[in-house]
């Protein structure tokens, strides 16, 4: 792609970095076959290949307008398209860019249910009560609210030893709303002689800033976690929600220091800790299970294959689903910013997860559980949970 951005945007990192990604792209459109807003949508700029062409242009005019604005809103930044792109395009950084340049030009600025979720998730305790008070209320509240609140608050109950180099992330709304997956990944390395503590000295990863183009909010959130953690103490830091695990990762990318880096490095997610071990069901009445990899897991971090390997392996039957590489439509605070576009592509998630009758549905995200588990015939669970 032939590009035209200002000569002072190119002499900046940001612009620079923007102008590599974009003359990668080659228009082929394979990506809009695996993105599900264009395929709910069938819209030429709700699929990647048109919103590259609506950020090339605004970065390029240095004008921002309500189309492109109302276009990339609708994006999941589930990063199907990279799996897809024969070129590499990194459309995910691509967006990030688009995004923070929309919100500085004052459009798309996020709901006030997103500003309140933003703020309750830097301190988890304030989530739990609200939450809890929330509850004997969530009928009258907006849906994507009343889900949230179906949920029961609770707190962990595993203790970690304070000198352990193995570091569990609590994460945020996890720590609230299913403590017990971290509970659980405590007691598979317990009963291998691991030793690990917890971070309860940081708070959210800075993910959910992001996805709501907060640019500058999440790097302050990640700069916080950095200082909060000496990874030199550390030897390995595991993430169970796969949705923080991906954001992590990418510190040494997205905050550009040293300290970034030597903490990105050492992140890994819970199935990449455990994938050498075996282990037996927990769930002796469970035999068929739906696998739902969250977006995440197989697009953020490339890992495909490796907890449906670890399942079978275990004794369980997945069951074949259809479209597995689509998301489910939870996507951070998308739910919130674009509750009916999320119901849909919820709905052909669900559809496609039970159309071979599964006993359950497991996943490796708290969000995807959440946004699924409050509509699912079946229970969906953590596949930490499914081990013994």
């Not at 240095?62 to 990063?79: F, I, K, M, S």
């Not at 967006?95 to 923070?100: L, V």
């Amino acid at each position: 792609m032939q590009t035209k951005l200002p000569a002072s945007f190119l002499e900046t990192e940001t612009g620079r970095r923007a102008d590599q990604i974009l003359r990668r792209c080659v228009h082929c459109g394979f990506c809009n076959a695996t993105c599900p807003t264009y395929l709910e949508r069938g819209d030429e700029l709700d699929g990647p290949r048109g919103r590259i062409y609506l950020i090339k242009d605004l970065l390029e005019s240095g004008t921002a307008n309500p189309v492109a604005a109302n276009h990339l809103d609708r994006c999941l930044t589930c990063r199907a398209c990279e799996t897809t792109c024969p070129s590499g395009v990194e459309y995910g950084e691509l967006a990030e860019i688009g995004r923070d340049v929309l919100r500085r030009s004052g459009f798309s600025k996020p709901s006030w249910m997103t500003k309140l979720l933003l703020v309750l998730v830097r301190h988890p305790n304030w989530l739990r009560l609200i939450m809890r008070l929330g509850r004997p209320v969530r009928f009258i509240l907006p849906a994507s609210l009343r889900e949230t609140l179906a949920y029961l608050p609770r707190r962990g109950e595993s203790v970690g030893s304070d000198n352990a180099s193995v570091l569990i992330m609590r994460g945020c709304v996890q720590s609230v709303v299913t403590p017990e997956v971290n509970d659980h990944l405590a007691g598979l390395l317990q009963t291998r002689g691991i030793a690990f503590r917890f971070s309860d000295e940081t708070r959210c990863c800075g993910g959910m800033e992001l996805h709501a183009g907060l640019h500058n909010d999440a790097l302050n959130q990640m700069h916080s976690n950095v200082r909060a953690l000496d990874s030199s103490r550390l030897q390995t830091v595991i993430s169970t929600a796969s949705g923080c695990g991906v954001t992590l990762k990418e510190y040494g990318r997205l905050l550009g220091s040293d300290e970034g880096r030597a903490f990105s490095a050492k992140v890994v997610d819970a199935v990449e800790y455990l994938q050498t071990f075996t282990f037996t069901k927990k769930r002796k009445d469970v035999t068929r299970v739906a696998w739902h990899p969250p977006c995440t897991l197989q697009h953020g971090q490339r890992l495909r294959g490796v907890v449906e390997s670890i399942l079978t392996k275990t004794g369980y039957e997945l069951v074949p689903v259809k479209d597995v590489h689509l998301c489910c439509g939870s996507a951070g605070v998308y739910s919130i910013e674009q509750p009916e576009l999320s119901r849909q592509l919820r709905q052909r998630k669900i559809d496609s997860l039970m159309a071979n009758q599964p006993e359950l549905i497991a996943t490796a995200n708290v969000g995807c559980q959440m946004h699924m588990g409050t509509v699912a015939d079946v229970p969906v669970v953590h596949w930490l949970e499914l081990l013994r």
